[in-house]
């Protein structure tokens, strides 16, 4: 499985970003998408998640913030961004889950000026 994730830039706070990601390769079986982020000097961390179900799960630190939407078929996910703070600035990661694997993309940034 291939990950590529797009959409990471420059905002002021306050304001939105959309990332997206686009499985590839041996998809079929995916059952959940992810979304992560390491901020410099601090562990990474789970943001969002979503399932084949469309179950939803979001970090307290982003909740009514951000939304997790995804094309089961397709295997895209996006994370819409909205009421960015300067905490939120990160490489975010775009993940996939099958059978105990995770499967991991390359990362975008996102830096939230104050």
């Known amino acids: 499985v291939q990950l590529q994730a797009f959409g990471g830039g420059l905002v002021q706070a306050g304001g939105s970003l959309r990332l997206s990601c686009a499985a590839s390769g041996r998809i079929a079986s995916i059952n959940v998408m992810d979304w992560y982020r390491q901020a410099p000097e601090k562990e990474r961390e789970l943001v969002a998640s979503?399932?084949?179900?469309?179950?939803?799960y979001y970090a307290d630190s982003v909740k009514g913030r951000f939304t997790i939407s995804g094309d089961n078929t397709k295997k895209t996910v996006v994370l819409q961004m909205n009421s960015l703070k300067p905490e939120d600035t990160a490489v975010y990661y775009c993940?996939?889950?099958?059978?105990?694997?995770?499967?991991w993309g390359q990362g975008t940034e996102v830096t939230v000026s104050s």
């Open positions: 993940t996939a889950r099958y059978g105990g694997v995770r499967f």
């Open positions: 979503i399932t084949s179900t469309h179950n939803t």
